[in-house]
């Protein structure tokens, strides 16, 4: 009988520690920072700009962006090429182990298309960024002036 219990224990501290690394390997993705710029009456596009940090020793990978603000929202980033800048839809967006990806004005932004009423400066809305791993991430972002060029 005692024997049968110390197998119990063994099984059961085994399985306790296997979930506990299981978790730890998981991606921990933060969001900080989001914010976007007021835009004006019959502007039906608006760009969020955050920062997302990695705070697991495993790297995740952001797949998609929703919003119920906007119509249609997608990654993006900014890229020159022969003088002109342009933007590009990036569907994926690695976000590497203990590390950070910025999306800022003249880089990485999540476009929103299909936006019905301008974005009005004081506002807030309801982001969700999908990622492999860390799955849906819900945040606030909230709305500066025009002229805004990040959160203070």
């Known amino acids: ?34 914010w976007a710029r007021a835009t004006p009456p019959g502007f039906s596009k ?48 690695r976000v590497p182990a203990e590390g950070s990806v910025t999306f800022e004005p003249g880089g990485r932004h999540v476009m929103m298309m299909g936006i ?6 004081g506002e807030r809305f309801s982001l969700e960024l999908e990622a492999e791993t860390a799955g849906t991430l819900r945040v606030n972002v909230e709305v500066l002036a025009p002229t805004a060029m990040g959160v203070d």
């Open 1 to 34: 009988m005692h024997r049968t219990a110390l197998h119990r224990f063994a099984w059961l501290t085994t399985a306790l520690i296997g979930t506990a690394l299981a978790g730890a390997a998981q991606a921990e993705l933060i969001i900080e920072d989001a």
């Open 46 to 93: 608006g760009a969020v700009y955050l920062e997302i940090r990695n705070d697991s020793r495993r790297s995740d990978t952001l797949v998609g962006v929703h919003t119920g603000r906007a119509g249609r929202a997608e990654l993006h980033r900014t890229i020159e090429e022969g003088g002109n800048s342009r933007m590009v839809h990036t569907p994926r967006v």
């Open 116 to 121: 019905d009423e301008a974005l009005t400066e």
